[in-house]
DNA sequence: GCTTGACCTTGCCACTGGGGGAAGGTTCAT
DNA sequence: ATGAACCTTCCCCCAGTGGCAAGGTCAAGC
């Protein structure tokens, strides 16, 4: 992932290194995606084979466990950046990581909020519509509703 | 919205036209994103002056309307699609629109779900880090997790 | 050695719903 | 007649993917 021309596959194998389709096997991001974190320099560039296959270490694969696992709490890109300097940082100060994981909790919570009143809105609209064969439907109405008499 | 070439904006106005940017005031959707829903198919083409320019109805500003509050309540483009024609047209069931929304309200539940359990994870790791100089992390800890001992 | 097929390469287009801006034409008031 | 305000089209950008196409590489079987 740093180093440059690594030889043969074969030889890339036998001294420990992935191909990107094993390594989106084992860290459960896909192979595209590894290569779109590489041109984003989420992750550095990864080192290749004589035949210009990409190689990944065992480390790399931790490494883009990682980001999955911090997709999947819904931390953006450029957060995810921030905690992997965080994470390979031995100097780091944790109140930064809590900070920044706070920041987020707080970001969640506004998207929940908000779906939130939407879902709350429509479902109310939603209540009082017979559903039926008639055309009368409030949801409706209140979407078409004018804001002043016209 | 409908016709086309309607001869001189002085004209079009004294005829009850708007130009894009009044129906954009009027109705509380940009300039920008009429013309982008317009290339979505979703409103069609507006009627032009002679100098190129979009005019709208009051009734297309009413329309306009109705999208941004479908967009508010988090339909997609789509589905706001399939409300404006259930909305334009008499002979609709109520039942069709009720499922529609049912349908959409079931959406963000489950959107809200995901976020709430993200939350809730990323809230309880941060509760578990102690957020001061030292570089001990849960929250770390646990995105650089390793899934089985390697 | 040659073919086959799995895997890799780059690059482009699509989607969600917008925002921003450039270059140039139109309208209208002074 | 000129300048401001408004309009036009076109293109790039954001996040985060998915998919396709044309071509190169690699390993294995015959």
Same mark, same amino acid.
């Given at each position: 992932? !740093?180093?440059?021309?690594?030889?043969?596959?074969? &030889?890339?194998?036998?001294?420990?290194?992935?191909?990107?389709?094993?390594?989106?096997?084992? $860290?459960?991001?896909?192979? @595209?995606?590894?290569?779109?974190?590489?041109?984003? @320099?989420?992750? #550095?560039?990864?080192?290749?084979?004589?035949?210009?296959? %990409?190689?990944?270490?065992?480390?790399?694969?931790? @490494?883009? %466990?990682?980001?999955?696992?911090?997709?999947?709490?819904?931390? $953006?890109? &450029?957060?995810?950046?921030?905690?992997?300097?965080?994470? *390979?940082?031995? *100097?780091?100060?944790?109140?930064?990581?809590?900070?920044?994981?706070? @920041?987020?909790?707080?970001?969640?919570?506004?998207?929940?909020?908000?779906? *939130?009143?939407?879902?709350?809105?429509?479902? &109310?609209?939603?209540?009082? !519509?017979?559903?039926?064969?008639?055309? &009368? !439907? #409030?949801?409706?109405?209140?979407?078409?509703?004018? #804001?002043? #008499?016209?």
């Amino acid at each position: 992932m !740093c180093a440059r021309a690594v030889a043969e596959l074969a &030889d890339a194998r036998e001294r420990g290194y992935y191909s990107i389709g094993r390594a989106a096997e084992l $860290s459960g991001v896909t192979a @595209k995606m590894i290569r779109h974190y590489e041109s984003l @320099k989420l992750i #550095p560039k990864a080192a290749r084979t004589a035949g210009d296959y %990409r190689v990944y270490t065992a480390g790399d694969i931790h @490494k883009l %466990r990682f980001i999955r696992r911090a997709r999947r709490l819904g931390f $953006s890109i &450029d957060e995810i950046g921030t905690l992997l300097g965080l994470w *390979q940082n031995e *100097q780091r100060a944790s109140k930064e990581v809590k900070r920044l994981a706070l @920041k987020h909790v707080a970001e969640l919570d506004s998207k929940i909020e908000e779906l *939130q009143s939407m879902r709350a809105a429509l479902a &109310d609209l939603a209540a009082h !519509c017979h559903g039926d064969h008639r055309p &009368d !439907c #409030p949801i409706l109405d209140d979407l078409g509703r004018l #804001p002043s #008499p016209e």
